[in-house]
Each structure stands twice: as structure tokens, then as C-alpha cells.
């Protein structure tokens, strides 16, 4: 796939000064969501015509501590619970290691007029499960074709899909674990797998370079995301997704709502 610059110049470009106060983050996500209400409500067929539009599929990746949890938040705390599944994707079960690796994905994957989010997804194949398991580049090669080639067929069957990589430097990471240690409510989220990860980071980012090169495609663009200051990250990653979101529903002819600005926040 052409490109304008390498993948290592997409990685190195990302600009983690990027930032926003709390108030006007707070504002433009209290605007984004009810956008994404309006969108959502559409797409069920709830609103409008009762039509129901292509299946919605939003995925997370990003570094341990990067805000996946707390932009997830914000992008359904406005949606209907009954709209909207969230699937938080760990280390695969013993049982799924019987499988092909994709198996387990097949429930949640959303259907016409439906919506998941996946806070981490298939992907942990060419990340924690390359990085840690150790599997060589061919395996990894061979693995990232099969995602592309599930993800085109989705896109083609009428999903979908929007991608974030939240990115966050070294020694931010670092300052969040120890915030996350020293935290009551917190300290849970914490664990000696994320403390050995973290180690690991320029294996970790060898990784991401590989994955941004195997399957970032057209039909399932990757957007890579700042996090350095969280209420940017916020605000940015819905955003993004009202504009990914309207422009496949426009390219596929399904009725746009068109939006009426700052009426929502009324």
C-alpha cells in the first residue's frame, strides 16, 4: 500500500505536546456524544427510517496506562446501554488457544443496525502475544494477512471499522504506574504483566511498526492518537470517529443526519 511517508515517520510524527484545557475538552466531548447519540440512534433504525444501517466496529489498541479505559467512557457514557456492547479483550482462555485465534472474536462482531467496541481486539496477536510468546516474523506476517483478510470481508458484508492507537511516551507511562500504585482505587488496574511489558517497549514498538505496515488499509484506516494529555485524547478520538463513521455511511448511501452544531449541548 502507497503511502506519503514511512511507517516509522507516522510512529516518530505523532505530537505528544498536543493538549487541551479540561473546559474546552469537556465541551466539544459533551457535543461529540450527543452527535454519536444521533448517529447511533440512526443507525438502529430508531430514528428516521426504520432502516438499519452497517454494523459499527470501533477498536482500541495502545501502551498499558495509555487512556483506552477513560476514552471508552466517554465515547458510550452517552449511548443507550442496549445500543452499544463493549467487549474488553484479554489473554486468550486455554480453551480459545484451541481455536484459530480469530474464533473468539465471531460473537461480538456487530450485525446491520448494531455496535461494539472492542478496548483491546485481535491485534494482541501482533502485540502481548508476539511480543511475549516469541512467535517468529512469518507466523506474525501470516497472522496479520488473516486480520486484513477478516476485516475486508466485514467491510464488504456491511461493518464498519474504526481503529485507534493511543500513544503515550516512556516516561509518561512511567508517571501513570506509579500514580496508579499509590492509588487505592486504583492500584487494581495495575499488574506485574504491565510492569514486565513495560520493559519490553522497543520490542513492543518494533511490533507496532509491523502492524501499521501489514494492515493499515483503506477499507480499516488506523488513526493514531496522542495521549499524552488525556482530555485531548478524549475529544480527538470521538471526533475522529464522527467523521469516519459519516463519511461510510455517505460512501455506502445510507441517509446522513445532518447535524444541527451546538443545538446538542442544549
Known amino acids: 500500500m502507497a503511502r506519503d511517508v514511512t511507517v516509522s515517520d507516522r510512529v516518530d510524527a505523532i505530537d505528544l505536546t498536543a493538549s487541551l484545557s479540561r473546559e474546552e475538552s469537556e465541551q466539544r466531548v459533551a457535543l461529540a456524544q450527543r452527535r454519536l447519540e444521533h448517529l447511533r440512534l440512526t443507525t438502529a433504525g430508531l430514528l428516521g427510517s426504520p432502516a438499519r444501517g452497517p454494523g459499527l466496529l470501533v477498536l482500541f489498541e495502545g501502551f498499558d496506562a495509555a487512556g483506552k479505559g477513560g476514552v471508552i467512557r466517554r465515547l458510550t457514557q ?3 446501554p442496549r445500543h452499544v456492547l463493549v467487549v474488553p479483550v484479554a489473554a486468550p482462555t486455554e480453551d480459545e488457544t484451541r481455536h484459530h485465534f480469530l474464533w473468539r472474536f465471531q460473537p461480538s462482531i456487530p450485525g446491520r443496525g448494531a455496535m461494539t467496541v472492542y478496548d483491546r481486539s485481535w491485534y494482541g496477536r501482533l502485540l502481548v502475544e508476539r511480543v ?3 512467535f517468529d516474523h512469518a507466523t506474525a506476517r501470516t497472522s496479520a494477512k488473516e486480520i486484513v483478510d477478516l476485516e475486508r470481508s466485514l467491510v464488504d ?3 464498519t471499522i474504526v481503529k485507534f492507537w493511543l500513544h503515550i511516551s516512556d516516561e509518561e507511562q512511567l508517571r ?3 500514580e496508579r500504585a499509590n492509588n487505592p482505587l486504583k492500584s487494581w488496574k495495575l499488574t506485574p504483566d504491565d510492569w514486565r ?3 519490553k517497549r522497543g520490542d513492543y514498538l518494533e511490533a507496532l511498526r509491523d502492524l501499521l505496515e501489514w ?3 483503506s477499507h480499516a484506516h488506523w488513526d493514531l ?3 499524552e494529555n488525556k482530555h485531548f485524547a478524549r475529544a480527538m478520538v470521538l471526533e475522529t470517529l464522527i467523521e469516519r463513521w459519516t463519511h ?4 455506502r448511501g445510507f441517509p446522513v443526519p445532518p447535524s444541527r452544531g451546538n443545538d446538542y449541548l442544549r
Open 225 to 227: 492518537i496522542a495521549g
Open 157 to 159: 458484508d456491511g461493518v
Open 248 to 251: 461510510d455511511l455517505d460512501r
Open 197 to 199: 511489558n513495560r520493559m
Open 78 to 80: 452517552g449511548l443507550d
Open 215 to 217: 494492515t493499515d488499509h
Open 132 to 134: 511475549e510468546g516469541g
Open 176 to 178: 501513570r504506574f506509579n
